[in-house]
């Protein structure tokens, strides 16, 4: 009845039961705390059964913040391991619950933190720059942000049931395959990743048809702002790289379920193709978390140099080439395995070109800042930090797509430290900015700013300490997933100054958490009440914060850049108060339900428990069956009310 699932699933290592342990209190307090207020019916009505963008967009955000604390923990357990790990010291975790951890770690922070803030921050700030008042697909939304958040809480039942794979972040064959991997560690890989995978993959379509289709009257392509034009692209690639995902996970399952050969290379099948399929994947992956990155910065730059952004038409097409050349690079990431040296010098000369239109946006960016008057605040600061370390990692990149070099390094630390230079200096870095930025439009308060600055100096002290002394052991021969080493290697001191750096980081975390605790708690005293507190020049600032759930009483028409700051300057004529009745779709639960069942799935699938999966499935088919059959219903908000609700938010902003 309970296929694979015995009593021995519920034993683990004393590390990972404190782990437990503290989720599972974790877990109860919340819901305490729930029960307490008697807050179980707000959360149903407008949060859990939404299809706002806009709460689902906090949501996406608050789970992927979550999923960072659990992904550092692992990343702090790692460092910890290899810095006491050495000579007769085997440190704190066995070899085996490392593997672990390794492969956690990278799974949580791609596939759940990167993917997170990226959509969070769509659903969030896109509808409001095109001047939409919704997205294309409301529910389709809805459904891609609950099928993320229980593929987040099946790698959490991971923790806790059973063993987490050991074949690494991607599980490449045959190590990922029956053989290697008999127990179900790898089955919850491919059943979360999956999951979150269709997610996305909705996801993605609903916000390259919202961007295509919903802009407001006169924003054609070359009127959008930069943060849009980089979803955009960013939305293309997650269409055309998820499905190869999705298909590559599901020869796998295949291959372990139904004893199938697509990766076995003792049965006629290739594991080169596995890495080639993941990779043609992955290194787009790199671009859809990096993209909106760099809108994010293309934003906040000019804002806070008070000019308008430098070669805009350059950073288009510069996101446009980025776009098309991430597709024909990924096989930079296996030079090593036999390609033949013209496919090698190919992909390592496209991927010297990327390059080229990386650079014209980093200069277009200080170019913007020469001569304007820069104001150093935070998000300003997030943006130095991101030119600092995503330079170098830019140029070890560069670096790494010599075959030479690469033969030398690959599957070193080297690796590691150019990858977090890029992702953490990049992408996070990003978000940190975005997050600072938009956080007042989003809440109508602002995060403390003295806060931000401490944060800011632990993450980028941290960071240096933490990531550049892995180059050097790189070069030293350290590999990736190391968790034990000699006394006679010499590498241990480094260790433990990169040890020292994930506990400066730790600090910048704790700041970052205190900061917006203290935030939310003196909300009333940091109220934004102008809804344009940086001078902003999209149209996400001519509105109020918090923004109304309609976004805009009036569809906005825009003949030019920079709408807002035309209208301040008197170059664009101010919106005619002329209202009508807005129509906006009716919150549904049937998301969550699929949500919910989908975990089901996916952990049933996992031990072989196939009568409850069945079930579960069934139940999908119907739930999409009853959706997809009955009529959209909508709330209608009537012309008078959006009069009183616009006149009413006017009058706080002149009480306050």
């Given at each position: 009845?309970?296929?694979?699932?015995?009593?021995?699933a519920?034993?683990h290592?004393?590390?990972?039961?404190?782990?437990?342990?503290?989720?599972?209190?974790?877990g109860i307090?919340?819901?305490?705390i729930i029960?307490?207020?008697?807050?179980?019916?707000?959360?149903w009505n407008?949060?859990f059964?939404?299809?706002?963008?806009k709460?689902?967009?906090?949501?996406y955000i608050?789970?992927?913040?979550?999923?960072?604390?659990?992904?550092?923990?692992?990343?702090v357990?790692?460092?910890?391991?290899q810095?006491?790990s050495v000579?007769?010291?085997?440190?704190f975790?066995?070899?085996?619950?490392f593997?672990?951890?390794f492969?956690?770690?990278?799974?949580?922070?791609?596939f759940?933190?990167g993917?997170?803030?990226?959509f969070?921050?769509?659903n969030?700030?896109?509808?409001?720059?095109i001047?939409?008042r919704?997205?294309?697909?409301?529910?389709?939304?809805?459904?891609?942000f609950w099928l993320?958040?229980?593929a987040?809480v099946?790698?959490?039942?991971s923790?806790a049931?059973?063993?987490?794979?050991?074949?690494g972040?991607l599980?490449?064959p045959?190590l990922?395959?029956?053989?290697?991997?008999?127990d179900e560690?790898v089955?919850?890989w491919i059943?979360?990743v999956?999951?979150?995978?269709v997610?996305s993959t909705?996801?993605?379509i609903?916000?390259?048809?919202?961007?295509?289709?919903?802009?407001?009257?006169g924003?054609?392509l070359m009127?959008?702002?930069?943060?849009v034009w980089s979803?955009?692209c960013a939305?293309?690639?997650v269409i055309f790289?998820?499905?190869?995902l999705?298909?590559?996970?599901y020869?796998?399952?295949?291959d372990?379920?139904?004893?199938m050969?697509?990766?076995?290379?003792g049965?006629?099948?290739n594991?080169m193709?596995?890495?080639n399929?993941?990779w043609?994947w992955?290194?787009?992956?790199v671009?859809i978390l990096?993209?909106?990155?760099?809108?994010i910065?293309?934003?906040v730059?000019?804002?806070?140099s008070?000019k308008r952004l430098?070669g805009?038409?350059?950073m288009v097409?510069?996101l446009?080439?980025i776009?098309?050349l991430s597709?024909?690079v990924?096989?930079h990431?296996?030079?090593?395995?036999?390609a033949?040296?013209?496919?090698n010098?190919?992909?390592g000369?496209?991927?010297?070109l990327i390059?080229?239109?990386?650079?014209?946006?980093?200069?277009?960016w200080l170019f913007t800042?020469f001569r304007g008057?820069?104001?150093?605040t935070s998000?300003m600061?997030w943006?130095?930090?991101?030119?600092l370390n995503f330079?170098v990692?830019g140029?070890?990149g560069i670096?790494?797509s010599?075959?030479?070099?690469?033969?030398?390094v690959h599957?070193?630390l080297?690796?590691?430290?150019?990858?977090?230079?890029m992702?953490i200096?990049?992408m996070l870095?990003?978000?940190?900015s975005?997050f600072?930025?938009w956080?007042?439009?989003i809440?109508?308060?602002?995060?403390s700013e003295?806060?931000?600055?401490?944060a800011?100096?632990?993450?980028f002290?941290?960071f240096?300490l933490?990531?550049m002394p892995l180059?050097m052991?790189?070069?030293?021969?350290?590999t990736r997933?190391?968790?034990?080493?000699?006394?006679s290697?010499g590498?241990?001191?480094?260790?433990?100054?990169?040890?020292?750096?994930a506990?400066?980081?730790?600090?910048?975390?704790s700041?970052?958490?205190?900061?917006?605790?203290k935030?939310?708690k003196?909300?009333?005293?940091n109220?934004?009440?102008?809804g344009d507190p940086?001078?902003?020049r999209t149209?996400?600032?001519?509105?109020?914060?918090?923004p109304?759930?309609?976004n805009f009483?009036?569809?906005?028409?825009?003949?030019?850049?920079?709408?807002?700051?035309?209208?301040k300057?008197?170059q664009?004529?101010q919106?005619?108060k002329?209202?009508?009745?807005?129509?906006?779709p009716k919150?549904?639960?049937m998301?969550l339900y699929?949500?919910v069942?989908s975990?089901?799935?996916?952990?049933a699938?996992?031990?072989?428990?196939?009568w409850l999966?069945?079930v579960?499935?069934?139940a999908i088919?119907t739930?999409l069956?009853i959706?997809?059959?009955g009529e959209?219903?909508?709330?209608v908000?009537?012309a008078?009310?959006?009069?009183e609700?616009e006149a009413?938010?006017i009058r706080?902003?002149?009480?306050?």
């Open positions: 009845m309970f296929g694979k699932l015995t009593i021995e519920f034993k290592e004393a590390s990972q039961n404190v782990a437990v342990c503290m989720m599972l209190l974790s307090g919340i819901i305490g029960f307490y207020t008697k807050s179980w019916k707000w959360l407008d949060w059964t939404s299809v706002d963008p709460r689902i967009g906090v949501m608050i789970t992927a913040l979550l999923m960072f604390f659990k992904g550092f923990a692992d990343a357990m790692m460092r910890l391991q810095a006491l000579g007769d010291s085997h440190g975790i066995s070899a085996g619950h593997q672990e951890v492969s956690a770690h990278g799974t949580t922070m791609i759940f933190v993917m997170g803030v990226v969070g921050l769509l969030l700030i896109v509808p409001l720059q001047g939409a919704d997205v294309a697909f409301p529910f389709l939304n809805a459904l891609g993320f958040a229980s987040c099946l790698s959490l039942v923790l049931v059973g063993k987490f794979s050991q074949a972040w599980a490449y045959p990922s395959g029956i053989e290697y991997s008999p560690g089955d919850y059943w979360m999956q999951i979150a995978g997610g909705m996801s993605g609903n916000f390259l048809v919202t961007i295509l289709k919903m802009r407001c009257p924003m054609t009127k959008m702002p930069i943060f979803a955009l939305m293309v690639l790289a998820f499905p190869i999705t298909a590559t996970l020869m796998l399952t295949l372990r379920y139904l004893g050969h697509f990766f076995s290379a049965e006629g099948g594991p193709l596995y890495v399929l993941i043609a992955g290194h787009p992956e671009y990096i993209l909106p990155a760099f809108g910065f293309s934003e730059v000019p804002t806070f008070e430098f805009y038409v350059s097409w510069a446009i080439l776009t098309f597709f024909v990924w096989l990431h296996f030079f090593t395995m036999g033949g040296p013209n496919v010098a190919f992909f000369v496209m991927t010297m390059a080229i239109p990386t650079g014209v946006k980093i200069f277009n800042k008057r820069v104001h150093f998000p600061l943006f130095f930090a991101f030119v330079s990692g140029m070890t670096l790494l010599s075959p030479p070099v690469d033969y030398q599957n070193s080297f690796l590691i430290a150019h990858f977090h230079g992702v200096g990049g870095f990003g978000f940190f975005g600072t930025y956080f007042p439009k809440t109508g308060f602002f995060l003295t806060l931000n600055r401490y800011f100096w632990f993450w002290t941290g240096l933490a990531f180059y052991l790189g070069f030293m021969g350290a997933r190391l968790d034990h080493y000699e006394a290697t590498w241990n001191s480094i260790f433990v100054v990169v040890g020292i750096g506990a400066i980081i730790l600090c910048g975390i700041v970052q958490a205190y900061g917006l605790f935030s939310i003196d909300r009333k005293k109220l934004d009440i102008t940086w001078n902003g149209l996400e600032w001519s509105i109020p914060s918090p109304p759930i309609y009483a009036i569809t906005p028409t825009v003949d030019q850049l920079d709408p807002l700051w035309a209208i300057r008197g664009a004529p919106p005619q002329d209202y009508e009745d807005i129509h906006l919150n549904t639960p998301g699929i949500g069942l975990l089901i799935v996916g952990f699938m996992t031990w072989h428990i196939l999966a069945i579960c499935f069934i088919i739930c069956i959706r997809l059959s959209d219903e909508h709330d908000i009537t008078a009310q959006v009069k609700m009413a938010s706080r902003r002149e009480v306050v």
